[in-house]
């Protein structure tokens, strides 16, 4: 089990922030959303929570495109 949650939060073995940043976005979300479920008894629109879910593991991936194509990291 640890060995999985390792390689689940890396990105080819090294740490990357971007994944577990996105995991607890989407934690902080169904927290979100769960409460206003709860007080309004209707389910919001999901696009903006979408995007903010998505947004740290794309920026970290775009980062990490842009390093490559400058001949940073492999």
């Known amino acids: ?5 390792q390689h689940l939060f890396s990105e080819s073995g090294e740490a990357s922030f971007s994944r577990v940043g996105s995991f607890l976005a ?3 979300s ?5 409460y206003i479920v709860w007080k309004t008894r209707a389910v919001p629109g999901l ?3 979408t995007f903010f879910v998505s947004s740290l593991y794309g920026l970290g991936k ?3 495109t ?3 194509m400058m001949g940073g990291k492999p």
């Open 66 to 68: 842009i390093q490559r």
């Open 47 to 49: 696009e903006g929570i």
């Open 30 to 34: 169904l927290g979100w959303l769960s």
């Open 1 to 5: 089990m640890k060995n999985f949650l």
């Open 26 to 28: 989407l934690l902080f």
């Open 62 to 64: 775009a980062g990490q």
